[in-house]
């Protein structure tokens, strides 16, 4: 499903990742770990097309990423859900809007939109926020609002990038379980995070990235 081959990136003619050999299978969930500058940001903007290889190859599922046509990028996004650190959402939307807009790009009718954007508000307990702005929440309900977005079209891939680095300890279990229970039903997913609890004693793969290099695994 994803797949790094010898992987490297430059910037400003430093290496950021180098050659990195990484391998996810279909629905298995997988951990990334290391200090901050470890290149676990960058590794994730690899799989959706943010940032493009400069040696090596990148792929997930079908996509070759270095040989992405432009018209490809958006077909790729839409089999990914993306937890962004920074949130990006869209602050002149509600947060339902914010949530439906990740369906409507992807065609689903209207009818069926807003039961799923209400069902996945419910599940991050933010249903009574719907009508709100992004910059009337709280750094933590934003945060629960870009994992709602990302879940809510049930993608094939799930990228998160330290999805419980602005949540309290208790808010950060139930994110945790969210993500546990869409990798039941099968989703491929990558986690970034420096949150040990999100990864302790779960059987999990955990892959440790320092300066760029991939140092090895563990199980968590």
Known sequence: MISFQNATKYYENKPVLKNIDLSV????????????????????????????????????????????????????????????????????????????????????????????VLEILKNVHLRHKSDNYPLTLSGGEQQRVVIARAMVSEPSVLLADEPTGNLDPDTSKHVARLFYEANIHGTTILIATHNREMYKNTGKRVVRLENGVLLGEEIG
Do not use: H
Not at 83 to 102: G, P, R, S
């Open 25 to 116: 299978s279909k629905g298995e969930m997988v951990f990334l770990t290391g200090p901050t500058g470890a290149g676990k940001s960058t590794l994730l903007k690899l799989l959706y097309a943010s940032e493009l290889p400069d040696e090596g190859e990148v792929t997930v599922g079908d996509f070759n990423i270095g040989r992405l046509r432009p018209a490809e990028i958006p077909l790729l996004r839409r089999s990914i859900g993306v937890v962004f650190q920074d949130f990006k959402l869209l602050e002149n939307l509600t947060v339902y809007d914010n949530i439906a807009l990740a369906l409507r790009v992807r065609g689903r009718k209207e009818k069926d939109i807003k039961g799923l």
